[in-house]
């Protein structure tokens, strides 16, 4: 049920505290931080519970699933546990540092959700509004309805352009290329439209591909995001990057989350890997999707609103933080509580949820939703969960993940470097299930 499970499945700071697991290692710490809490038991969470959580990460080092993790619990705004176990890169022997660098590639979905709700809070765009009104090169969508007898695509005019809300929701029926699942996934594979040079190019490039399906039909992960990263810098005059780093990481001080690393943070980008499948071990990845890695000490030409970012734990666990404060953090407001809680709030269509949506991975019903860019748990006992209702959540392609639950104003960031699943149970569910064991006393 996890946003990590989904997404892989679609395509495959703080500082230190008292307590800490045995199995963890602490180091330098990041700049900006959430401030410590006194001790678990001050924020309602028992410490000899929360030792389950430190020995099942530090298992996943140990059985050579991955070659690092690092985990940040927070509640009330204040760090429960930050810990780093094993490495970032195996072949130099690097440790992992608390200022690690992340490739966190979906979870930069949220963000660019962000940035669409402040320009949203200014006016500049509304939930039902046609894409076409910021995306013009889309009037003319065609939507796929099969093959013919000599394998040629059926393709029919859309009845009607997709909303704001239907981008922002992945019900808008645009493809991917992360997958051959579909046809239309194949295409925009084929098509390279996620390695665009230009944001214009990548807009043009899903323009003249058909939808999977008729707008507001169904949900499928999707281009979705980069597309809206593309109105942001429309309706701001900026790029994404530069309308980011003014009005979401400056404010929140996340200094260390960008679309480029700077050569002199180059060292702190932890290596990424992949499983081998002959040897059943981990290998540096070089070519994850069929495309070669991203080199993301070179500024992109085409800054990815669904893909792009790289963070740091507790770079994420502020931004997170801030959500779970109703969009304020530090004295700093980049959101009202009200546009939260829209963003919280279940956009998929019944007929949708109650369906089979297409996906493999992304089984959303009553109790799972998504809203607009985050995942949202709406009945977490029925969905056979311990958090709490409401829980917005995400992942990334390289096995990160996050959680921010507003009922119980719970931050978690899990920072991993592996594409394709991590060999074994799925991170994101695991560490739900170890946090909210031990979260003893709610009331606190």
Known sequence: MTAKRHLLASALAALAIGWSGAGAVHAREPAAALAPAASPEAVGFDS?????????????????????????????GKVVAFDTYGKANLETGAPLEKDAIFRVYSMTKPITGVAM??????????????????????????????????????????????????????????????????????????????????????????????????????WSYSVAVDLQGAIVERLSGQSLGQFMESRIFKPLKMADTSFVVALDKAARLSAVYIGDRETGKIVEA???????????????????????????????????????????????????????????????????????????????NEAVGFGLDFMVVNDPRKAGSLEGKGTLSWGGAAGTWFWADLANDVVFVGMIQRFGGTGGEDLGDLTRTLVYQALVDPAK
């Open 48 to 76: 000899a519970r929360l030792k389950r959580l430190d020995a099942a990460m530090a298992k996943v080092v140990a059985d050579g699933r991955v070659a690092g993790v690092q985990t940040l619990l927070a509640r009330h």
């Open 117 to 218: 709700m402040i320009l949203f809070e200014e006016g500049r765009w509304r939930l039902d509004d046609p894409i076409t009104k910021y995306l013009p090169e889309m009037k003319d969508l065609k939507v796929w309805k099969g093959q013919d007898a000599k394998g040629q695509p059926i393709l029919e005019p859309v009845k009607r352009p997709p909303t704001m809300r239907e981008l922002m929701s992945h019900t808008a029926g645009f493809g991917y290329g992360l997958s051959d699942k579909n046809p239309v996934d194949v295409m925009f594979r084929d098509q390279r439209v996620l390695g665009a040079p230009t944001t214009g190019e990548m807009v043009a490039k899903a323009a003249a591909l058909p939808l999977l399906f008729e707008p507001g039909k169904r």
């Open 286 to 364: 070089k070519t994850p999707f069929g495309f070669p890695i991203q080199d993301f000490t070179q500024k992109p030409g085409f800054e990815s609103g669904g893909g792009g970012l790289v963070s740091t734990t507790g770079d994420y666990a502020r931004f997170a933080q801030m959500i779970v404060n109703g969009g304020e953090l530090d004295g700093v407001r980049i959101l009202s509580p009200a546009s939260v809680e829209l963003m919280g709030t279940n956009a998929i269509p019944q007929a949708a949820l109650v369906s089979s949506n297409g996906s493999t991975g992304a089984s959303f």
